[in-house]
């Protein structure tokens, strides 16, 4: 299933040091219009089970730890093309390895504290965005 539309959470690092207002100037003049969002901060609960997918994995009790440390802008994005769109636009998960002029490049910390979170997949992207919102709260 091909959709329009992506799921990014601003993360606790970049909202942390003031970029929100310039991570949301990014995404709007790359052309994604906000089709819904939510200044939030997630519980233990919630970190768990949005990043369940990687409970086996060594860094999951940081990576939820980190993602619990702070509020976060949560975001369901409209654009042709949103998914891999968003991925080009907030750069490799390394900032040392982003391009100028992405996301990461400009506001992220390091690999661990990368200032947002981007769809993987269509699929993912509509999870995602179920996850953190309500139908009548998507516009």
Do not use: C, W
């Not at 949301?24 to 997918?53: N, P």
């Not at 990576?63 to 998914?83: F, Q, R």
Request: aromatic content about 10%; cysteine-free; charged content about 25%.
């Amino acid at each position: 299933m091909t959709t329009n539309r992506t799921f990014t959470m601003i993360k606790p690092d970049a909202v942390e040091n003031g970029y929100i207002g310039k991570i949301l100037d990014m995404i709007t003049e790359a052309g994604f219009e906000i089709k819904a969002m939510k200044y939030t901060r997630l519980s233990q609960k919630q970190a768990e089970d949005f990043y369940a997918v990687h409970a086996e994995r060594p860094f999951y009790g940081e990576l939820v730890s980190y993602m619990t440390s702070g509020p976060i802008v949560a975001a369901i994005l409209e654009k042709d093309n949103a998914v891999a769109d968003f991925r080009t636009l907030i750069g490799a998960t390394d900032p040392s390895e982003a391009a100028e002029g992405t996301v990461r490049k400009a506001y992220a910390e390091s690999k661990g504290r990368n200032a947002v979170h981007g769809s993987d997949s269509d699929e993912n992207a509509d999870i995602e965005g179920k996850f953190h919102f309500a139908f009548e709260e998507i516009h």
